[in-house]
């Protein structure tokens, strides 16, 4: 049955996309973007510059680019804005972050020279390994304030039709929800007393969503993940999602756990250590930052496993997760699992990862078709919460009282099957029962 699809608004204008943080992976995604459209490199990894969809039957034979059958903003159109708590230009933090070689940096000196950092808002018991002097000063209702006027300023300045954020600033210390975080009069009253309990990234979300701006979380951080914003976007009729990009290791776990559970292959335990030297790293290093990351990333397992639907397979698995901040590898970290396993008559059997990946590189495209996704979400008057890009995420958000989905490829099923539905085609089930009538 064909549906009747959404109308979604055209991309018409320029298209802002407001970073929050401009380290290693904004100025990664920043100097990419100008590179790709400089010709000099292809964008891979990106789903919305290279993926395609199936359209109809297998033998219909139409597979167009994702890109060419929903209306994506064109890279030509985007502007890219920062904040960070440091002054550094993008040319100078990829410079710093050690990510891209020089030489390409250089091709794309000009554009990432000209990208300034606005001053942040920052508190520093949130990030207490760094310390940067370009900060905004104020209640934190007066640092909303000023972010809302960053964000109308930069859009008037630029000349953008629409803006979208994202962050993707450093992992803020693990925060439990709590009374302020309930309700959005709760909330603006905790703005006014500038309650402790409302972190940096929680102030961006406000300021984003009062703004009309889609909010993407790529940090595993509460932010926008507490009730008053949630439902704040749902009234502003603004799309947001999070948390924390599905790159290195948790993306590989999302691959091969879904493989090993529907051979129903049992676990006993997954050992899973990184070393990595970036900045990020260095931030982790602290326990109480390290904690907010190891939630997010304990989580997939047992959702995919269900150890209470299969407990003869996955019940009491050990799951253990390790980041340790090694300098000398800089930006690209060395993921190991050790994955014990169990088969046939409960024989054991293990398997081995060493993932040496390169943690923006796998990072920037994603912060890339979030913002795209989110910017075609808003114009197909999608709001609240963005499930369909739990593709895109360790963490995902979703309604309350749901689980989420962490399989990629049901990820990515969904995802499809939304842009289908956006455009009235058909849904594909996979039945294929049509093919032997
Ligand atoms: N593969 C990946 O790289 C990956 C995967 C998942 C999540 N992440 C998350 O993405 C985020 C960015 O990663 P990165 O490698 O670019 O880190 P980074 O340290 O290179 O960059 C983060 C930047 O944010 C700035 N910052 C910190 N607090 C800020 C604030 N309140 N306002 C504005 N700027 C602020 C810092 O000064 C820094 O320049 C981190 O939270 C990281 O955990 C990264």
């Not at 972050?97 to 001053?119: I, R, T, W, Y």
């Not at 979703?398 to 962490?406: F, V």
Request: glycine share 8%; aromatic share 8%.
């Amino acid at each position: 049955m064909i549906e009747k699809g959404v109308d979604v608004a055209p991309a018409e204008g320029k298209l802002g996309i407001l970073l929050v943080g401009l380290g290693a992976v904004s100025t990664t995604l920043v100097a990419g973007v100008e590179a790709i459209k400089r010709g000099i490199s292809q964008p891979v990894g990106s789903l919305t510059q290279m993926g395609t969809i199936r359209l109809g039957k297998r033998t219909d034979n139409r597979s167009p680019k994702i890109k060419d059958f929903v209306p994506i903003a064109s890279l030509d159109d985007i502007v890219f804005g920062a904040w960070d708590i440091f002054h550094d230009n993008a040319f100078e933090a990829a410079m710093n972050a050690g990510v891209l070689d020089k030489d390409l940096l250089n091709q794309v000196s000009e554009p990432l020279a000209s990208l300034k950092p606005m001053p942040a808002v920052f508190e520093q018991n949130y990030v207490k390994r760094l310390h940067g002097d370009n900060v905004k000063t104020g209640s934190k209702m007066q640092l909303a304030e000023q972010l809302i006027e960053d964000i109308a300023r930069f859009k008037s300045e630029n000349d953008c039709s629409r803006l979208v954020m994202v962050w993707a600033a450093s992992t803020e210390i693990y925060l439990e929800e709590s009374e302020v975080h309930e309700t959005l009069e709760a909330f603006e009253r905790g703005l006014y007393d500038s309650d402790p309990h409302i972190a940096p990234s929680m102030i961006y979300a406000y300021a984003a969503i009062m703004s009309g701006v889609p909010f993407a979380n790529g940090a595993p951080n509460l932010a926008v993940d507490i009730p008053a914003l949630t439902k704040l976007a749902e009234t502003k009729r603004v799309p947001i999602c999070g948390k924390d990009f599905k790159t290195g290791q948790t993306l590989m776990k999302t691959i091969l756990a879904p493989g090993l559970k529907s051979r129903m292959l049992g676990l006993d335990g997954w050992y899973s250590t990184n070393i990595l030297g970036n900045r990020d790293g260095e931030v982790l290093d602290d326990p109480e930052n390290f904690k907010t990351k190891e939630e997010s990333k304990l989580s997939v397992l047992e959702h995919i496993f269900q150890p209470e639907v299969y407990p003869e397979l996955y019940k009491d698995f050990s799951h253990v997760v390790r980041i340790n901040y090694y300098p000398p590898r800089g930006d690209n970290k060395e993921g190991w699992d050790a994955i014990d396993i169990f088969g046939w008559l409960g024989y054991k059997m293990q398997i081995k990862i060493d993932f040496m990946c390169r943690d923006s590189i796998l990072a920037a495209p994603l912060a890339l078709d979030l913002a795209l996704f989110m910017d075609l979400a808003q114009r197909a008057g999608m709001r609240g919460v963005q499930e369909w890009l739990s593709f895109y995420f360790k963490a995902p958000q979703t309604a309350p009282g749901l689980y989420p989905e962490h399989d990629l490829f049901i990820q990515l099923m969904k995802l499809k099957n939304t842009l289908r539905h956006m455009r009235g085609e058909e849904l594909i089930t996979h039945l294929g029962l049509e093919y032997y009538d």
